[in-house]
């Protein structure tokens, strides 16, 4: 399950909710529970878009380590492996370590990700039926990472 870096746990997980952002855990299928993804994302978009395998960035703030907002809601499951995700909240940074058995609902919120290890992702994502998760970097300032 993930968890909260460096923060009170309510706490953060309140601040989330009020970006757009919460963390599920995986239903007994070792998917995203139907339930989420129709609360989520509207027919005909509600399908697995991609699977993706993630590798460790060479660069601190390579791909999707830069700042950025995505244009449409997602709801991704984490399969397999480790990373760590920042959120901009109305209170700063909230750092969360997700792992394998999470369901990260985003919408709008602006984040960045940094995989720890290889990772594999399952990809759902709103938009148009053939759509693309489209992200635009914020220009946030980059600052060290949250530390797991």
């Known amino acids: 399950m993930a968890r909260i870096i ?19 855990p995986v239903a007994d299928t070792g998917d995203a529970d139907p339930d989420v993804i ?7 978009v509600r399908h697995v878009r991609a ?9 601190v703030d390579a791909g999707m380590g830069a700042w950025h907002v995505n244009a ?4 991704h499951v984490v399969c397999s492996g480790e990373g760590v ?8 940074v909230v750092g969360v370590l997700v792992e394998a058995g999470d369901v990260i609902e985003i919408r ?5 990700y940094r995989p720890l290890t290889r990772q594999r992702w399952r990809l759902r994502y709103g938009g148009s039926p053939e759509g693309d998760l489209v992200a635009t970097e ?3 300032v980059h600052q060290p990472w949250t530390s797991a």
């Not at 009170?8 to 919460?22: I, P, Y």
């Not at 129709?38 to 005909?44: Q, Y």
């Open 6 to 24: 460096h923060r009170d746990d309510s706490q953060a997980r309140a601040l989330l909710d009020g970006v757009g952002v919460r963390i599920h």
């Open 85 to 92: 995700m920042e959120f901009i909240t109305l209170d700063g």
């Open 38 to 44: 129709a609360s989520v994302l509207p027919e005909g």
């Open 108 to 112: 709008g919120a602006e984040h960045r």
């Open 72 to 75: 449409v809601d997602e709801l």
């Open 138 to 140: 914020t220009g946030r």
């Open 51 to 59: 699977e993706a395998d993630i590798e460790v960035p060479d660069g």
